[in-house]
């Protein structure tokens, strides 16, 4: 008898609030998720009123603006957050750190807003977040190492934000990751190598930040790799690794401004590249043994011959290797083969070189630019 007390008593402790309004009523919101929305929009300044249903009834069954939730009651039998989407909705203000209670969020979206403050280190204990998207906002402060541990995260984007401090090293654990978007912040310091752990990622923005030291060589280890973007960052003095020509997938790479040296390695055994942007450091050497569909690699101190080989520059877009100090002819089957192309005008830049003469015909088809006029054989 006292037995049967006792687990009844147990049991009533082990049923949650969930279970006991079940018996009532219709499903609610787990309790701790209400409180961390309400704790959410109290974090936030809403001057266009978009949050204004976020106080009447319940989040997951009257129709909170934004607030999405799983179909199925969890195993506490309450309804659970899966999406917060309030994507530009001129809302300022702070991300609250209750954020990190919404334990089965699979998409938070706050982009393009008005953000303030830091990213709250509780949003990695978000074990199921798949897009975590906080870009074009204001928010400062440093990338928290708790992100490093969401693992199903797919997708990071906080570009175009006021982030510094540098890439945590822990980010090597987000090993879902295919899109990290961390360009147009003041992140500084080195790339980690340990990055070389993320296999399945696809996109690697890192421009216009203040990131320095060396290009990581063992980047090349990873095989999904297509665009790998780094401007405006201040490498001094690192060379391009010739091991990038390792990265089979790669579509793009664009290392505008970064101060490299050194010279241009072998990329010609990655066959789908088509835009390669190097320009604007002190590369020296000659060009690439052939030219992609967007080559771009003025202002550096490259010499030699333009290649007579292409990619496949039917789909010419643009070729800038003005201000270097190239010599020899200009090979003119750069633009023979554009009159079936796709592209509606390209530009070719040849200008501030040491060019002789042009082989072949100089009658680019349509309406092209071609901008040579200060080269010496015009
Ligand atoms: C929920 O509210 C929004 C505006 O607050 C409205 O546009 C939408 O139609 C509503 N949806 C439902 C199912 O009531
Ligand atoms: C709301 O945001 C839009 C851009 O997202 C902006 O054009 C508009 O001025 C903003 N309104 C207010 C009241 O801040
Ligand atoms: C959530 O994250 C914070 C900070 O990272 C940590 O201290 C806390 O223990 C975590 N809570 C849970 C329930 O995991
Ligand atoms: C960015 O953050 C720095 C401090 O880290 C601050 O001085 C600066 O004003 C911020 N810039 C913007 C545009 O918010
Ligand atoms: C990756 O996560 C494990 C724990 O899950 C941790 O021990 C390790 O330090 C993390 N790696 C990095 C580089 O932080
Ligand atoms: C990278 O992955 C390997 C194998 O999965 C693991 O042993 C190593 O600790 C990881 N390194 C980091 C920095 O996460
Ligand atoms: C990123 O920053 C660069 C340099 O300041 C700027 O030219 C570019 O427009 C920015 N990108 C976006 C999407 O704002
Ligand atoms: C960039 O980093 C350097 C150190 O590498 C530092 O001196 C400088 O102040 C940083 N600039 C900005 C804009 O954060
Ligand atoms: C080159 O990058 C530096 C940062 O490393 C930046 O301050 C400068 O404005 C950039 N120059 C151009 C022409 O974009
Ligand atoms: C960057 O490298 C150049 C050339 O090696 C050097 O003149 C310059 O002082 C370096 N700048 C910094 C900040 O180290
Ligand atoms: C590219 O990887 C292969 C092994 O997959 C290796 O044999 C080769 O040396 C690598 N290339 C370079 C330039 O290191
Ligand atoms: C032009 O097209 C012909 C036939 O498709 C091809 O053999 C040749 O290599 C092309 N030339 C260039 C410069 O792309």
């Given amino acids: 008898m006292k037995m049967l007390q006792l687990r ?6 082990l049923l949650s609030y969930c ?33 204004s249903n976020w106080n009447k009834g319940d ?28 994507l ?16 089965q969020l699979t998409i938070m979206d706050f982009m393009w807003n008005e953000l303030t403050g830091s990213i709250p280190r509780e949003i990695g204990n978000l074990s199921s977040l798949m897009l975590l998207l906080l870009n074009g906002n204001k928010l400062s402060g440093s990338l928290p190492d708790e992100l490093g541990y ?26 879902s990751i295919r899109h990290l978007h961390l360009n147009n912040n003041s992140i500084s310091g080195q790339i980690p190598p340990e990055l070389s752990n993320l296999t399945t990622l696809l996109h690697l923005l890192l421009d216009n930040n203040n990131l320095s030291g060396y290009l990581p060589p063992e980047l090349s280890k990873l095989p999904a ?51 390669l942007d190097l320009s604007k450091n002190n590369l020296r050497g000659s060009l690439p043994s052939k030219l992609y569909d967007t080559m771009i690699t003025d202002g550096n101190h490259l010499s030699g011959s333009i290649p007579g080989i292409f990619s496949d520059l039917r789909f010419l877009q643009r070729l800038s290797l003005e201000n270097n100090q190239l010599n020899g002819s200009v090979p003119a089957n750069i633009w023979q ?26 009658n680019p088809p349509g309406q092209r630019h071609l901008k040579a006029r200060r080269q010496s054989y015009l």
């Fill in 8 to 13: 009844t008593r147990g049991c009533v402790f």
């Fill in 225 to 275: 790799m297509r665009i790998i973007q780094l401007d405006n960052n201040n490498f001094n003095g690192s060379e391009i690794p010739a091991i990038y020509g390792n990265l089979s997938r790669l579509a793009k790479l664009s290392l505008r401004n970064c101060s490299l040296q050194g010279s241009i390695p072998d990329l010609s055994s990655i066959p789908n590249l088509y835009y």
């Fill in 59 to 86: 989040p997951c069954t009257t129709n909170w603006t934004g607030v999405f939730c799983h179909d199925a009651t969890g195993i506490d039998g309450c309804l659970h957050v899966r999406e917060l989407q309030l």
């Fill in 150 to 175: 969401l693992s199903k995260l797919n997708r990071l984007q906080v570009d175009q934000n006021n982030i510094s401090g540098p890439i945590p090293k822990s980010f090597a654990n987000m090993s």
């Fill in 88 to 103: 530009d909705l001129n809302l300022s203000g702070n991300l609250a750190p209750e954020l990190g209670q919404l334990s």
């Fill in 337 to 362: 083969n554009m009159t079936s192309t796709k592209s509606s005008s390209f530009t070719v830049d040849l200008r501030n070189n040491s060019l002789s003469s042009i082989l072949g015909a100089l």
């Fill in 19 to 51: 279970y006991l309004r079940l018996l009532t009523v219709a499903q609610v919101t787990n309790p701790s998720e209400v409180n961390a929305l309400l704790a959410v929009k109290n974090n936030l300044n809403d001057p266009m009123k978009r949050l």
